[in-house]
Nanobody, 119 residues
Framework: QVQLVESGGGLVQPGGSLRLSCAASGFTFSTYAMNWYRQAPGKERELVAAITSTGGNTNYADSVKGRFTISRDNAKNTVYLQMDSLKPEDTAIYYC????????????WGQGTQVTVSS
């Protein structure tokens, strides 16, 4: 049974930091690219950060470059999103996603964790 369980969300003041974690199980984690998406109220879900299966390459949305860092630990089947210098516009539900290309692509989602940036 595939599971992606996010944690680490919460309420933080502008300029603060949070670290999101996503614990994976039920599939071969080390063969999947991992992504963090977010969805704010009334907006479409957007890709925030991505990391390849080995962790050798990362990509970020322009809006978070220099502030967010994605990383992974394949020994712990966990992906992280370190979020610094948070802004009110970062407020959203953050979702963990696992993706693997192939004849039949695999795409798994977590349940999401709420991040609220407010004073």
């Amino acid at each position: 049974q595939v599971q992606l369980v996010e944690s680490g969300g919460g309420l933080v003041q502008p300029g603060g930091s949070l670290r999101l974690s996503c614990a994976a199980s039920g599939f071969t984690f080390s063969t999947y690219a991992m992504n963090w998406y977010r969805q704010a109220p009334g907006k479409e879900r957007e890709l925030v950060a991505a990391i390849t299966s080995t962790g050798g390459n990362t990509n970020y949305a322009d809006s978070v470059k220099g502030r967010f860092t994605i990383s992974r630990d394949n020994a712990k089947n966990t992906v992280y999103l370190q979020m610094d210098s948070l802004k009110p516009e970062d407020t959203a539900i953050y979702y963990c996603n696992a993706y693997r290309r192939g004849l039949i692509p695999k795409n798994y989602w977590g349940q999401g964790t709420q991040v609220t940036v407010s004073s």
